[in-house]
């Protein structure tokens, strides 16, 4: 026997709706992902921030020479 057009098969709108459950599947999974990724960045960044603000204090005040200011700044900023 024949087989009718509309039986079985997923035909073009299904593969349509396929494509699309996947970009939204995508999307779900990505959004969430890019977020994390950008709040983690601004509290390396705030880290960093405070962390060079307590040296230049330091250094400041005259807590450490010259040679210990720079070898220190080199530190923070390979370890950012």
């Known amino acids: 026997m024949g087989g009718s057009t509309m039986g079985g ?4 709108l299904g ?13 779900l999974v ?7 990724w ?3 960045g601004r ?3 705030e880290r960093g921030e405070r962390s060079m603000a307590v040296l230049r204090e ?9 040679e210990e200011f720079e ?3 080199e530190q923070l900023e390979r370890s950012l």
Not at 9 to 12: F, H, Q, S
Not at 58 to 66: E, F, I, T
């Open 43 to 45: 509290r390396d960044d």
């Open 9 to 12: 098969g997923w035909g073009l």
């Open 30 to 36: 990505a959004l969430p992902l890019y977020l994390v």
């Open 38 to 40: 950008r709040v983690w």
């Open 71 to 73: 070898r220190r700044r």
């Open 58 to 66: 330091r250094y400041a005040r005259g807590d450490l020479s010259d």
């Open 15 to 27: 593969g349509a709706m396929g494509l699309w459950g996947l970009l939204w599947m995508g999307l």
